[in-house]
Structure formats: C-alpha cells, structure tokens
C-alpha cells in the first residue's frame, strides 16, 4: 500500500469520527435536555441595560427666550407715578417724534407689564380710558403731586451737616470701590434698579456722570431724584451722592419691571436745515465754510465730563458770532446730542455737523441770558444745606455781639 492511500484513509476516519460525536452529543442534548451550567455560559443580566440609561447624561431643554417662560403669569403691575421710558434725561415728553423705526414691540416683554408701549414710552395714565383732550393734563398734575408726597415720605427728617459729611465721606474713592456709572445713555429705565439694590445695603450711592448728559448737569440731578425719591447731598463735577432717606426700608421699595432689550429711537425732525432761517442758499454755505475755518473753541474727549461747555459757548459769543467745536473721537449720534442741548440751551443755531465738527451761530439779535446763574450749578456744590459754614459763622458772631453789648448795658 502506498503512502499517499494510508493518509486519504486516516483523513477520511478522523471525518467520520467528528461527524458520529457531533451528532451523538445532539442526540444526548434532545434526550436529556442538557444545559451547560452558568459559569460556563455566562448570560448578562438584565439590569446592565438600565445601568447603561442611567448612565447616560439628560439631554437639557430646549432654549425659550425669556419673555416666553412668563406667559401663563399676570403682568407685572407698577404704582410708581411717571412713565417708563428708556432715558429719562436723554428725552424729552416735550418733544414728539415724527415716525418710529419699528412696530410697537414693547421692551418689558409680550404680557410682563399692564402698561401699553406706544413707541417711545410706558404711560402711567392709561389713554385708552381717557382722550387726550379730557382729564390727561389733570392726571398729569396729579401723578406730580403724588410723587412729592412720596418722596417727603421717604426723606422724613431732613439731614444734619454732620451726618452729611459722614454719609459723603463713606462714599469717597478710598473709602469704597461700589458706583454707578452714567454714560452716553443718561439716566435709563434698569439703573433705578441697580441703585435701589445699592440703597439695600448702604444708605448713599456713589454715581459718576460721564459723556453726553453731563452737558446739563441740573437735569440730570433733577431727574436722579424724581425717579427714585432719593436727596443727592454732595457733588464734586460728574461725581453725585444719592442719599436714600431716612424713612426709606428695603423692604418697601417699589416694584420696577426691567427692559429686556434697548428700544429703537423714534424719528426726530431733521436737526440742520437745508437753509438757516433768514439767510440765503449761498449764504448759508458761505456760513458753513467760514465756521469750519473758525479755531476751535475746545476739544471734546469721549466719557469727558462737559458740565462747562454752555457757559463757554456763551461766552464766546460774546466776541464772535460762529463757534466751532471739535468732537474728533466721538460718535456721530452723541454729537447730535449735544449739539440739540446746546441750541436749548445757550440759545443757539445749528450750522453743520460736517468732519466731526460742532459749529453753531448765535443769531443775527444775540441777548446774553439774564437768568445764566439759575441754569447751572457750580463745579463743587454741597445739597446738603443752603447755608454755607461762613453764614453760619457770622451769624454765630453777630448774636454773641449783641449778647455782649446787652450785658455791658
């Protein structure tokens, strides 16, 4: 036999050898239905699958804005007697827009607030119960008179000079790093609330004017106090500090809805005409060449303080009839700003806004104001009290004289 035969029939013995235990064990398997124990076949358990999910981080929500989250909720309702506007110092209810740069989206958000928006404010008086030719100047007068009582509500007592100097001298830059800072925007309708959550721990704020309001200061002193029934006892420039009152309690503080976003501005008749009022075509583009030609009177610096800028213009009157100021470095919009406040009040005449310049003309029958002493306030004025030291000084002096010379009679 040869080798190759003797190899064909081992392959073909071992074959039918694995063929008869194969299907020996499946006989074994149906006739005594044999399963292997676990350790040897190891099932996994059915709880890894919920371990698996617990695992697994919980996908978040999807983002809502926050005007969406309040809807089911009742608006916000407000006692506080003026309208709601975005700036209080930067416009004027005087002053009507001719249009409005969007639809009447209100700012607090659809449904937090039971006033209406009509573009460029919050009224306190509703208009829809009352025309504007029946009862709105009455309720006007009134809401003026509750805000008084209010505020002499919550000042009681006015201050001591002492507890003056005391309150001021907390608030000095060495003392505390806490202020509030007023820029471009003035005086708006949010920072009444960031100063009422100074007043709950301190009872003076710190408040430092900058940029465009600072044009008139008297303004923005009289409105600080009107919105929020606090005293201003000190100012040194654009530094202000608001006493709170001695009747005023945290806990009592008026309800204030926040804007959620910066409204449009309204549109405001054109400032600069094509002619000026009484002049001619050709005159009024010889003005306007002349008076950027003119030297200028200073130079404006952004986030300055420009409480000085009316009384130099005034004067400078005086001498020549065209001014020009350089407003290099400023936004187009906050020199037309100041610009409107400087023609109400020096009174003046807007020429151009050409290359970053103010030029303004004092008219053809310029008159000096008779009344400049009352617009303005001085660099450096305490609230406190009328009367300075030095008064009360000499009047200490003039009683101890005549006690004196009625004790030698």
Same mark, same amino acid.
């Given at each position: ?35 292997? =124990? ?22 978040? =929500? ?34 009507? =827009? ?166 449009? &501005? ?107 002493? &009352? ?6 004025? =305490? ?27």
């Amino acid at each position: 036999m040869s080798p190759l035969t003797r190899l064909s029939g081992q392959k073909h013995f071992f074959l039918t050898r694995h063929l008869s235990s194969s299907t020996a064990s499946s006989k074994l398997h149906d006739i005594y239905c044999f399963k292997p =124990p676990p350790s040897l076949s190891p099932e996994k358990p059915q709880t890894s699958n919920n371990n698996n999910n617990n695992n697994k981080k919980k996908q978040k =929500p999807e983002y809502r804005p926050p005007s969406s989250l309040e809807t089911n909720k009742k608006p916000l309702r407000s006692d506080l007697p003026f309208d709601f506007r975005f700036s209080y110092t930067e416009s004027s209810p005087d002053v009507r =827009p001719i249009g409005l740069r969007e639809p009447k989206y209100s700012p607090f958000g659809p449904g937090r607030l039971d006033r209406t928006w009509t573009g460029v404010c919050a009224p306190a008086v509703d208009l829809k119960v009352k025309s504007v030719d029946d009862g709105v100047g009455e309720e006007g007068l009134d809401l003026e008179e509750k805000r008084t009582v209010m505020r002499e509500k919550i000042q009681g007592k006015p201050l001591t000079k002492a507890e003056g100097k005391i309150l001021v001298d907390k608030c000095q830059r060495n003392k505390t790093k806490k202020q509030i800072n007023l820029g471009r925007d003035g005086l708006t309708h949010n920072m009444l609330n960031d100063i009422h959550n100074h007043w709950k721990h301190d009872e003076a704020v710190r408040v430092k004017c900058m940029g465009v309001p600072t044009v008139d200061m008297k303004n923005v002193c009289t409105q600080l106090e009107d919105k929020t029934f606090g005293k201003i006892i000190h100012r040194h420039c654009g530094l202000l500090v608001l006493y709170r009152g001695r009747n005023y309690h945290p806990r009592n503080r008026p309800v204030i809805p926040l804007m959620l976003w910066k409204p449009h &501005e309204p549109v405001y008749p054109r400032l600069i005409k094509t002619t000026i009022d009484g002049l001619s075509i050709e005159e009024t583009k010889e003005m306007r060449k002349r008076g950027l030609a003119v030297p200028a009177l200073t130079k404006l610096s952004r986030n300055g303080y420009f409480g000085s800028l009316v009384p130099m213009v005034r004067d400078a009157f005086l001498v020549s009839e065209l001014v020009r100021i350089d407003c290099q470095g400023l936004d187009r919009s906050d020199s037309k700003k100041i610009g409107c406040k400087l023609r109400d009040l020096v009174p003046c005449i807007l020429v151009t806004f050409d290359k970053e310049q103010i030029v303004v003309w004092r008219g053809k029958d310029y008159k000096p104001p008779e009344d400049e002493d &009352e617009q303005f306030f001085a660099d450096r004025q =305490p609230f406190d009290d009328p009367k300075s030291d030095m008064d009360c000084i000499k009047e200490k002096l003039s009683s101890d004289e005549t006690r004196f010379q009625l004790d030698n009679e």
